[in-house]
């Protein structure tokens, strides 16, 4: 059985050049998802992750046994505050954010909910409570990918909001998306690699 792998089929949303920002259009994606707020390296942070994958594993062995395997794609944040400095530099304590993992779409609403409970049968947290199933459609987008340390991101996103979307006419309409392309557990800070994205419209 092949695996369909997001990534790959949507090749153009999970690659962006380094130092360079370019516009894409983002087709609209299913996800599991979690909000929370707060430090993301704090314990709600953490075990709304955990939640994300347990959930996504179970739905995508559910799937397998269905006759459709796939590779569960990396993990993904939408980030935002009251005040969008606040993100830039760095004052996490003010950040709101929602975590999330995307769903081929090939896996309906049910078949996703299913699995929410089978993986709160096998193992019970508040977390796996929180996750939910939704679409997200950003449309134009501007993205980039960033290498290094989480909290190394601030010079690319004030390059971004205070030149590149200005110059270009564009303004921007959602919220600040990030894709984790490594594995944080296994990958050190310097060479991390995270596509920063900006769903943006015309001024």
């Known amino acids: ?23 894409v259009d983002v087709l609209p994606l299913n996800y599991l998802a979690v909000d929370g707020e707060g430090d993301p390296n704090t314990a709600p942070c953490a075990a709304a992750i955990e939640a994300l994958y347990a959930s996504s594993y179970t739905l995508k062995f559910m799937s ?7 590779v569960v794609p990396p993990l993904e944040g939408l980030w935002w505050a009251d005040d969008m400095d606040d993100f ?3 004052r996490k304590d003010r950040w709101r954010w929602r975590m ?3 769903v081929p779409d090939f896996v309906d609403g049910a078949m996703a909910l299913a699995a929410l409970d089978k993986a709160k049968a096998k193992k019970p947290s508040p977390a ?3 996750v939910r199933f939704e679409r997200l459609e950003e449309g ?7 290498v290094g340390s989480y909290d ?7 390059a971004l909001h205070s030149r590149f979307i200005p110059d270009n006419g564009l303004v921007p309409t959602g919220r600040h998306h990030e894709i984790y392309l490594s594995d944080a557990r296994k990958t050190p800070p310097e060479k991390r690699k995270t596509i920063l994205r900006q769903p943006v419209r015309p001024a």
Do not use: N, S, W
């Open 1 to 23: 059985m092949e695996k369909y792998d997001l990534r790959k089929a949507l090749k153009g949303l999970y690659t962006a050049p380094r130092g360079k920002f370019v516009l």
């Open 64 to 70: 397998k046994e269905r006759g459709r395997d796939y």
């Open 88 to 90: 830039i530099t760095r």
């Open 100 to 102: 999330m993992i995307a």
């Open 128 to 130: 796996l409570d929180l």
């Open 140 to 146: 134009r987008a501007v993205q980039t990918l960033h």
């Open 152 to 158: 190394d991101e601030g010079p690319a996103l004030e």
